[in-house]
């Protein structure tokens, strides 16, 4: 089972940009799709976006589709998420996960390793 660490959250301004990282140990890196989702307090857990083994094929939630990227770097065991336009409603632990199969899924119960979460927090 791939063991996950995710960092780079923080504050930023509304209108601002982050990148967060996800470094996956443990197991074949690119044997996994991976995803970020995010957990609001008081909210559920929301997905967010998901990458293929392969990279080829990506999933965006309507919310951040245009804002939000998430590539991945086979040669350090990392997966991404660029985070633009960042709005007030952005504001959440990001966590991320992989992926038993190699597709993308928006559905969470198809992940079966998960991260520590990291605080994203943005402000006006």
């Given at each position: 089972?791939?063991?996950?660490?995710?960092?780079?959250?923080?504050?930023?301004?509304?209108?601002?940009?982050?990148?967060?990282?996800?470094?996956?140990?443990?197991?074949?890196?690119?044997?996994?799709a991976?995803?970020?989702?995010r957990?609001?307090?008081?909210?559920?857990?929301?997905?967010?976006?998901?990458?293929?083994?392969?990279?080829?094929?990506?999933l965006?939630?309507?919310?951040?589709?245009?804002?939000?990227?998430?590539p991945?770097?086979?040669?350090?065991?990392?997966?991404?998420?660029?985070?633009?336009?960042?709005?007030?409603?952005?504001?959440?632990?990001?966590?991320?996960?992989?992926?038993?199969?190699?597709?993308?899924?928006?559905?969470?119960?198809?992940?079966?390793?998960?991260?520590?979460?990291?605080?994203?927090?943005?402000?006006?």
């Open positions: 089972q791939v063991q996950l660490v995710e960092s780079g959250g923080g504050r930023v301004q509304t209108g601002g940009s982050l990148r967060l990282s996800c470094a996956a140990s443990g197991s074949t890196f690119s044997n996994y991976m995803g970020w989702f957990q609001a307090p008081g909210k559920e857990r929301e997905f967010v976006a998901s990458i293929s083994w392969s990279g080829g094929d990506t965006y939630a309507d919310s951040v589709k245009g804002r939000f990227t998430i991945r770097d086979y040669a350090k065991n990392t997966a991404y998420l660029q985070m633009n336009s960042l709005q007030n409603e952005d504001t959440a632990v990001y966590l991320c996960a992989a992926n038993v199969s190699p597709y993308i899924s928006a559905r969470a119960s198809r992940y079966n390793s998960w991260g520590q979460g990291t605080q994203v927090t943005v402000s006006s």
